[in-house]
């Protein structure tokens, strides 16, 4: 729901707000609050009906019910933009299933640690194993560990654009 690995500060604002959403009929894919002095609250949801598309209105609906949300819960001190969208096609890749649902796919992700000495590697994702993604870069597949990763994401290729043209990004576009 969050970013693997944003921490503690967002982890109660997911799961404040996850229930609404999917009461919905959305998953929350990720929530994040970013900026300085003029901060956003990001709110990334998606149909848990993998054959919907995302609206403009949907992401108003949710928009007016993560509003009335929190305003009740009054979770963040100071102003903020809440801003609603769709992942998107080049989606982040947040939870561990999403590397399994997106396998097949090209990604990009940065590790911390390093492995291999390198923070940031693009491959073809071949889904996961245990808590290992597992990545195939230069015809080598290398297991990365979950916990490491920090900001993963697809990759927008002519093959993920024709998957989505067909009725969705992803594995279960080819399917």
């Known amino acids: 729901m969050t970013t693997a690995h944003e921490g503690s500060r967002i ?16 998953d929350l894919v990720q929530v994040r609050l970013i900026g300085g ?24 609906d949710i928009s007016q019910a993560v509003s ?4 009740v819960a009054d979770p963040i001190a100071g102003a903020y933009v809440l ?6 096609l080049d989606r982040p890749l947040v939870r561990l299933d999403d590397f399994a ?7 990009r ?20 194993a245990g808590e ?18 920090r900001k993963a994401k697809l990759v927008l290729t002519d093959a993920l654009v024709a ?5 969705g990004a992803g594995q279960e576009a080819r399917e």
């Open 132 to 149: 290992d993604v597992l990545l195939t870069v230069d015809g080598l597949t290398r297991r990365v560990p979950y916990p490491t990763i």
């Open 68 to 71: 009335a949300v929190l305003d």
């Open 101 to 107: 649902r997106f396998a097949g796919d090209e990604v």
């Open 83 to 88: 801003e609603v969208s769709s992942p998107g």
């Open 11 to 26: 982890e109660p604002l997911a799961a404040l707000l996850a229930p609404t959403l999917h009461d919905l009929g959305f």
């Open 163 to 167: 998957a989505a043209l067909k009725g």
């Open 109 to 128: 992700l940065e590790v911390e640690p390093p492995l291999d000495g390198r923070k940031r590697w693009r491959g073809r994702l071949e889904g996961v």
């Open 37 to 60: 002095q003029r901060r956003t609250l990001q709110v990334m949801a998606e149909p848990l009906d993998r054959g919907v598309t995302m609206t403009v209105e949907h992401c108003a």
